[in-house]
């Protein structure tokens, strides 16, 4: 395996911590994206994810996109010292939660893994970068 060279830190490990109730329905509701899901310890691309569940790579790709826009899994990129880029995905998330507002619309809350020291840095970094 190409070693990593460098970490693109802008998207190292983003947060969206407010996700949209139906874009989590959608993913949840989507069985291969649960399947996928419960394949995906730790981190994996996308074609050793492919063939741990068994579900064709353009399939696999389709659904990872899914899980992002739901920010149930989150995404970081390798940059490798040939140029080519390779992407990582992690699950985000270890508990979701739908519930009523004070308004009585439905709301989503989605409890997060802790963050290591590495991705505290990452977003850190990815803050200062806005402001500059």
Not at 34 to 53: I, N
Request: one cysteine or more; glycine letters at 4%.
């Amino acid at each position: 395996m190409p070693r990593c060279e460098l970490l693109d830190m802008a998207n190292a490990w983003p947060r969206t911590d407010t996700p949209a109730l139906q874009d989590v329905l959608d993913a949840l509701d989507d069985p291969v994206c649960r399947d996928l899901v419960k394949h995906l310890e730790g981190t994996a691309t996308a074609s050793d994810l492919s063939e741990r569940a068994g579900v064709p790579l353009s399939t696999t790709y389709r659904k990872l996109d899914r899980l992002e826009e739901a920010s149930l899994l989150t995404t970081r990129t390798e940059i490798r010292r040939d140029g080519h880029h390779t992407s990582h995905y992690r699950v985000d998330f270890e508990r979701v939660a739908v519930a009523l507002d004070e308004h009585r619309e439905f709301e989503v809350s989605v409890e997060r893994p802790p963050r290591g020291a590495d991705e505290r840095l990452a977003s850190l970094w990815s803050e200062v970068r806005k402001e500059t």
